[in-house]
């Protein structure tokens, strides 16, 4: 079955920078699109980023367009989200999840909290 499983978050201080990770098993990685999704306390899932199967093309919100990355590796089923120019309205959980722009299967999530 399709497991996601995010790491890298943590505390940061606004301005900061944290890299996510998102290791992929269960289905053939290198054929799906891929995308970060956060969900801020109180608030609904919102999509952040996609990317396409052989990275080709990449998208992002409005909201962190020039400050995130999104990336993968193939080879190694992975999926990462470099964070820079954090701010404090970027904290929430971070979902990994199979698909360009929204899919079924995601990960538990990873905490991003950002504060001074």
């Known amino acids: 079955q399709v497991q996601l499983v995010e790491s890298g978050g943590g505390l940061a201080q606004p301005g900061g920078s944290l890299r996510l990770s998102c290791a992929a098993s269960?289905?053939?990685?290198?054929?799906?699109?891929m995308s970060w999704a956060r969900q801020a306390p109180g608030k609904g899932l919102e999509w952040v980023s996609g990317?396409?199967?052989?990275?080709?093309?990449?998208d992002y919100a409005d909201s962190v367009k020039g400050r995130f990355t999104i990336s993968r590796d193939n080879a190694k089923n992975r999926l990462y989200l470099n964070m820079n120019s954090l701010k404090p309205e970027d904290t929430a959980l971070y979902y990994c999840?199979?698909?360009?722009?929204?899919?079924?299967?995601r990960g538990q999530g990873t905490q991003v909290t950002v504060s001074s």
């Open positions: 999840v199979k698909g360009f722009k929204s899919g079924v299967d």
């Open positions: 269960g289905f053939s990685f290198s054929w799906h699109g």
């Open positions: 990317i396409y199967s052989d990275g080709s093309h990449t």
